[in-house]
């Protein structure tokens, strides 16, 4: 008795994962999507999930992928985690079957870039911003890599007159890369860095650090975090006494929440996404992002919304050409391509490095809002 | 020397904080033996419970405190009442009862964000005061941690010492089945356990939120250190459980004065791992017995 339900159990299961609801169905093309969905990054994996899912409703009431239902599988990398970002990537290519996967995070995307070739898939980041991202073959990066940022504020600290400095980042390739082309940056520019204190992937206390730059007295605090710390990171800095200047390369609305007035007048580069711009292609997708999510989508949105059309793009193409569609054809695909339609305004062109080349701003927090200084470059 | 004071300070706040994480699931683990890292979303819902008194329900700010107090007690007494204890009278293991209590933690944590979002959270009532002392820095919050922690810690001591209530809690921590044969109610007094840790963790959740926001995960750290302050200060003593918390915190704070700050971590896990090489039943594991708090 038991054996036979066994038996039954087992072929069902088996016939489960042959269907749609378990994996890919013949009538449907699969991307993956390694985000955070879980741990102290989830709002990433929120808004970057929202913005792929909302292309995906749209590129399927197009008619999807060639008449195939476009359809997005979300793994979890619990924010930042390698192990969980790598057994990911496997249920993703071995249940769904897909061939591209969005990824986010530096760590889980070094580690899904190192399983592409051997998985047959192509990777897009738009979240990651580790320079150990650059240049990684099946690997293409949508956001603005921290060679560009980090060394853009740095410009700007040595402007405001900063000429010793300390760094605080996360002890993970997008800190650790970061600090190692901010800090050469700077020595290039003239400047001394006095310190680098690094925390752990599950900190939440800082003051530790903040005493010891406090203590090292530089005349600027640069901090290589992001997400919910990095707010918290500027609200214990001011806590414990650091009163000068702070920059970064991250900024979330929800930092002002953490850090309050700690976080006034902190400098920051990043992605100039402006969703009140007038650009059709920005204004189309803004409207069609409130009226899903009753919200406003910031640059996470934003790229991960575009990676996506990027996908069906070149999915489209290798279709038309009567090619499957493989990792390795996705890639060369984009490679060739090159330059897609933006909702940053306009088209984004991706470089032979696998970076891209987009809007940079300056912003300062000022009266609690996100205001920009000045554009870096168009 | 500044540098090394001020560290200090900083340890004397973390290690009040992790004290009082030690001290509200000693009091559980200590007079129910469930290891009870469902412990970690009761800490989640103290300082959600306030949030959503303050925000939603327009509640004083005192009234908001004591709502999200109220609402970790009354979750840790619905987890016990009705998960832990329909297991333990199946005889269920304690490691069963463990997977559980991790099964709550990871399912409940994972419905904050649908009710409260991912953001970061906090009671925009309590402001934030930073001031000096001489060279060294904190803020009216940190003082709150501190006092509230031994305030707390020496109060429960006294109530388990000189109350009815408090020693028939020590008597079902030190022998269940001889409590029960001489006609201690065992159901009253684990659910006063948990009532009691329960109080502790969401007033160490409140102030967190207050200092830093209340993200939906922050509840799997605290259990861990809360857990660790319990095996570092030995099982069965409370106040091996404070001294634990705040060795930990202290450990954690001081290690950085000599050593790159990536192994702050690792100084915190590693002092524990030392201790338990050396003593295996903690600081006071060994000197004052099982169930002695």
């Known amino acids: 008795m038991w054996k036979r339900l066994l038996a039954i159990f087992a072929m069902g299961a088996m016939l489960a994962v042959g269907q749609p609801g378990g994996a890919q169905a013949q009538d449907e093309v699969a991307v993956g999507m390694l985000l955070a969905m879980s741990g102290s990054g989830i709002t990433f994996g929120k808004v970057m999930s929202q913005g792929a899912l909302l292309a995906a409703e749209e590129i399927n009431a197009q008619g999807g992928i060639g008449g195939k239902k476009l359809r997005i599988e979300i793994g979890d990398h619990k924010s930042g985690e390698v192990k969980a970002a790598t057994s990911e990537v496997q249920r993703l290519v071995n249940v769904y079957k897909t061939s591209a996967i969005l990824s986010s995070f530096s760590a889980p995307t070094v580690a899904a870039q190192a399983m592409a070739a051997e998985l047959d898939l192509v990777l897009v980041n738009g979240g990651g911003w580790s320079p150990a991202l650059i240049g990684k073959p099946r690997l293409w990066n949508t956001r ?22 300390c760094m605080i980042y996360r002890q993970d390739p997008s800190g650790i890369d970061t600090a190692k082309v901010a800090g050469e940056f700077w020595h290039k520019l003239g400047g001394k860095v006095l310190c680098e204190e690094k925390y752990d992937i599950n900190a939440t206390n800082f003051s530790s650090q903040i005493a010891k730059i406090r203590n090292s007295k530089p005349d600027a605090l640069v901090a290589y975090s992001y997400g919910q710390v990095h707010g918290v990171i500027i609200k214990q800095a001011r806590d414990f006494g650091y009163s000068g200047p702070i920059y970064g390369i991250e900024f979330l609305p929800e930092n002002v929440t953490t850090a309050g007035a700690a976080i006034e007048g ?11 711009s007038t650009e059709p292609a920005t204004a189309k997708f803004v409207a069609a992002y409130r009226a899903r999510y009753k919200e406003d989508p910031d640059f996470y949105a934003a790229n991960y919304y575009e990676a996506t059309y990027l996908l069906r793009d070149a999915m489209v193409a290798l279709q038309k050409e009567g090619k499957p569609l493989t990792g390795g054809n996705l890639d060369a695909k984009i490679r060739q391509i090159r330059t897609f339609p933006s909702v940053y305004g306009g088209t984004m062109t991706l470089l032979d490095n696998g970076t891209v080349k987009k809007p940079v701003a300056v912003f300062q927090v000022k009266n609690g809002q996100k205001t920009l200084l000045k554009r870096l470059t168009d | 020397m500044d540098l090394l004071l001020q560290l200090l300070l900083n340890g004397l706040i973390l290690g009040s904080e992790y004290a009082l994480l030690g001290i509200g699931w000693a009091i559980i683990f200590n007079t129910t033996g469930t290891f009870h890292f469902a412990h970690g979303i009761v800490y989640t819902a103290g300082a959600y419970g306030a949030i959503f008194c303050a925000q939603t329900l327009r509640l004083p700010l005192p009234l908001s405190i004591a709502g999200g107090v109220l609402g970790a007690v009354l979750l840790a007494m619905a987890i016990d009442q009705w998960a832990y204890e329909p297991m333990r009278r199946k005889q269920a293991t304690s490691m069963t009862l463990l997977i559980t209590s991790l099964g709550i933690l990871i399912v409940v944590e994972n419905l904050v964000p649908i009710f409260f979002g991912t953001q970061s959270l906090r009671v925009a009532e309590i402001a934030t005061v930073p001031f000096s002392i001489g060279p060294f820095f904190l803020t009216n919050i940190h003082v709150w941690k501190i006092g509230v922690t031994w305030t707390l810690f020496w109060s429960l001591l006294a109530f388990l010492r000189y109350t009815r209530p408090g020693k028939a809690l020590r008597a079902v921590g030190s022998n269940p089945q001889m409590a029960r044969i001489v006609g201690f109610n065992l159901r009253r007094i684990y659910l006063l356990a948990f009532a009691l840790g329960s109080v502790l963790a969401a007033s160490g959740a409140i102030l967190e939120m207050a200092d830093t926001g209340a993200v939906p995960h922050m509840g799997t750290m605290a259990v861990l250190i809360a857990s660790m302050a319990v095996f570092l200060g030995g099982m069965g003593s409370l106040m091996g459980a404070a001294l634990g918390g705040f060795f930990i915190g202290m450990a954690m704070s001081l290690s950085i004065w000599k050593i790159p700050s990536e192994w702050q971590l690792t100084a915190g896990f590693g002092v524990l791992v030392l201790v338990i090489a050396i003593r295996p039943r903690g600081f006071l594991g060994g000197k004052v017995g099982k169930a002695e708090i």
Request: net charge negative; charged share 25%.
């Open chain 1, 266 to 276: 902190h400098k920051f580069a990043l992605d100039e996404f402006d969703a009140k």
């Open chain 1, 144 to 165: 603005m890599t921290s060679d560009v940022t980090a060394t853009a504020i740095l410009q700007v600290a040595w402007e405001d007159g900063a000429r010793t400095l």
